[in-house]
Each structure stands twice: as structure tokens, then as C-alpha cells.
């Protein structure tokens, strides 16, 4: 099973979870290639001055898509070009505590920026939109579920989301391509570059349910939402002073019970009637989440969930 970090919760299903070990922090370990950074005025053309793999270089260090990066007043470029990617991540390259997990994920709120491991080593990076104020990500640990080419916003249907990967499916909250702005924007899902959204969407790894769809046999890459982003400062990659923060591990809390990928309910109040694994453009598979306890029951597509609150 694949583990990925992002902070947010799902419903749970039929079977009890297992619980991960207890995992208090994750360390880097892996030495970093001298890079140093400073904030300039954009160019007036930035494609004319910036080659194409120094503008996917900017996308990250800037946390924006190169249409919107001429719209900046500064941004951060670096000294040198000719590093691996990877180089220039300011989250930890190496994780201890997630070298038995075979994937992972984690998403850093205050950088605005995800990390992909595998076996505890990173192996891709990017920028991120996380919620805006008034629909923040919340912090927690979640699993990714089902997943879609693409899809229509149930907030507002003109908005249509390619390579999405859900991770709270009563909330509708996923993974998936949309504008990067430099600064959390979304309804609460977590917004990628195009190349990072279907990345995530392969490499990733969805729910395993039985056959009648009842019971989530095993959860997905998990994924874990960390901290909070402070609203009310400039965004910490355009600080004059220190314009790439870097940390060297991501605080968790050892005590965050694993939730499964179903959404906020716990696996005693909710069972999935029917459902597939994953969901393919052409697919409009009929699913309902019936819900005990509260005798609420909502119906949903794999294609086309009836989730409240799916956001771009």
C-alpha cells in the first residue's frame, strides 16, 4: 500500500483500519547541492527570457503556472540551472520514519508545496493551491480513493477538473489540474500543475473494495495535510531575506488515527453498497454510500460523485 502526505479526513467502511506506527517526525537525510536564491522583477517576457526547463523550474520556486508567473511583481530564481529537480525541494529529501511504506504522499500548507516518497525517498515535488481563508485544507492524515480523468465542479459545473484523485469523498476534496496563482486559492482541494496532477493520478494508488463493493479491503496511497498556511503574512518564498525556506521534517501527530479514504464517518457508520475501483472517461457506474446510524443515505457516480463541496 502506498502512503501519501497531505492533512485531510474520509469516511470510513466496513472493515477496522490498521494503524500505522507512530510516526513522530520525518528527517531529512539526504545532503543538498549549494543553491542559492534571490527575488527579481519578472521579465517582460519571461518564455523569451527563460528556457523551458528553467520556466518548470520557476512554476515550482514560484508556486505558480508560467502564465500566471508574468503576473508577479518579484519572483525567486536561483543561481544555477543545471541541478537535478529535485535539488531544489524545500522539504525533506529522505524520511526515516516512511522507509518501509512503498508510497506517500505529504502536503505542506505553510510552503505550499507536496512531496511524493517512495520507500521514504523523495521522488517528485511541486507547488500546490491549497484552500483559501474561507475554505482552508483542513490539517490531517487521509488516503487517496477514487479517481477521474476528469470531471465537472459540483460547486460550479463550468469548472472542469482534469486528473482528479479523490481523498475525502464525502467532501468532495481531491487532487487535480487547476490555475496555480502563487497563494492558496481553492474551495479546500489541493490544486497542481498539469504535469504533477497526472503524475499523481498514475502514480497513485486507489481504494481496493470487495466485490460488492461493501467494504474497503485495502485503503489507498495515504496521504498527509500538514500544518496550517498563514494568512495573514506575504507568502515565505517571497521573503527578501530567505526567499527558498526550507524545512527538515514535517511535524505529525503520532496520535492521528489512520481514517479511511471513505470520508469523515467512522467504518461502524458507514458501508458502501456499491462502488468501483476506478473511474475512467465513458464510466457512469451507479454508487451509493448508505449511511447507518443517522439513516442518511446519498448516491454518487465513480465519474460524477453527488459529493458536497467539490472544489476547484
Known amino acids: 500500500?502506498?502512503?501519501?502526505?497531505?492533512?485531510?479526513?474520509?469516511?470510513?467502511?466496513?472493515?477496522?483500519?490498521?494503524?500505522?506506527?507512530?510516526?513522530?517526525?520525518?528527517?531529512?537525510?539526504?545532503?543538498?547541492?549549494?543553491?542559492?536564491?534571490?527575488?527579481?522583477?519578472?521579465?517582460?517576457?519571461?518564455?523569451?527570457?527563460?528556457?523551458?526547463?528553467?520556466?518548470?523550474?520557476?512554476?515550482?520556486?514560484?508556486?505558480?503556472?508560467?502564465?500566471?508567473?508574468?503576473?508577479?511583481?518579484?519572483?525567486v530564481v536561483p543561481s544555477r540551472w543545471d541541478a537535478d529537480e529535485l535539488q531544489f525541494s524545500p522539504i525533506p529529501h529522505s524520511v526515516s520514519a516512511l522507509a518501509g511504506e512503498l508510497k506517500a504522499l505529504v502536503v505542506h500548507q505553510p510552503l505550499q508545496v507536496?512531496?511524493?516518497?517512495?520507500?521514504?525517498?523523495?521522488?517528485?515535488?511541486?507547488?500546490?493551491s491549497s484552500g483559501r481563508l474561507e475554505h482552508p485544507t483542513p490539517p490531517g492524515r487521509h488516503n487517496l480513493t477514487w479517481r477521474s480523468r476528469g470531471?465537472?465542479?459540483?460547486?460550479?459545473?463550468?469548472?472542469?477538473?482534469?486528473?482528479?484523485?479523490?481523498?475525502?469523498?464525502?467532501?468532495?476534496?481531491?487532487?487535480?489540474q487547476y490555475e496555480l496563482p502563487g497563494e492558496p486559492a481553492s474551495h479546500a482541494c489541493v490544486r497542481l500543475l498539469e504535469r504533477d496532477a497526472r503524475w499523481i493520478y498514475e502514480w497513485g494508488e486507489g481504494w481496493t473494495l470487495d466485490d460488492r463493493g461493501w467494504e474497503v479491503l485495502e485503503e489507498g496511497t495515504p496521504v498527509w495535510i500538514v500544518d496550517e498556511y498563514d494568512y495573514d503574512s506575504?507568502?515565505?518564498?517571497?521573503?527578501?531575506?530567505?526567499?527558498?525556506?526550507?524545512?527538515?521534517?514535517?511535524?505529525?501527530?503520532?496520535?492521528?488515527?489512520?481514517?479511511?479514504?471513505?470520508?469523515?464517518?467512522?467504518?461502524?457508520?458507514?458501508?458502501?453498497?456499491?462502488?468501483?475501483r476506478f473511474s475512467e472517461p465513458g464510466q457512469r457506474s451507479q454508487d451509493r454510500l448508505r449511511v447507518a446510524g443517522n439513516q442518511m443515505a446519498r448516491s454518487f457516480h465513480v465519474d460524477h460523485p453527488n459529493s458536497q463541496g467539490t472544489d476547484r
Do not use: C
Request: charged share 25%; proline share 13%; glycine share 6%.
Open 151 to 176: 470531471r465537472h465542479s459540483t460547486v460550479n459545473p463550468e469548472w472542469y477538473l482534469e486528473w482528479y484523485f479523490n481523498f475525502h469523498n464525502e467532501r468532495g476534496i481531491s487532487f487535480h
Open 234 to 276: 506575504p507568502p515565505p518564498w517571497l521573503d527578501p531575506e530567505n526567499p527558498h525556506p526550507e524545512i527538515e521534517r514535517f511535524p505529525l501527530d503520532e496520535n492521528e488515527p489512520l481514517r479511511t479514504g471513505a470520508g469523515q464517518l467512522g467504518p461502524s457508520r458507514a458501508m458502501i453498497l456499491r462502488s468501483n
Open 1 to 75: 500500500m502506498g502512503l501519501v502526505l497531505v492533512f485531510l479526513g474520509a469516511p470510513g467502511l466496513a472493515v477496522e483500519p490498521s494503524l500505522s506506527p507512530p510516526i513522530q517526525s520525518l528527517v531529512t537525510a539526504h545532503p543538498r547541492q549549494t543553491i542559492e536564491y534571490r527575488l527579481e522583477p519578472v521579465p517582460e517576457d519571461p518564455p523569451e527570457a527563460y528556457s523551458p526547463e528553467q520556466l518548470e523550474i520557476l512554476e515550482k520556486l514560484n508556486r505558480t503556472d508560467a502564465e500566471r508567473l508574468a503576473r508577479q511583481e518579484r519572483i
Open 114 to 128: 507536496f512531496g511524493a516518497y517512495e520507500d521514504g525517498e523523495l521522488v517528485r515535488w511541486g507547488p500546490v
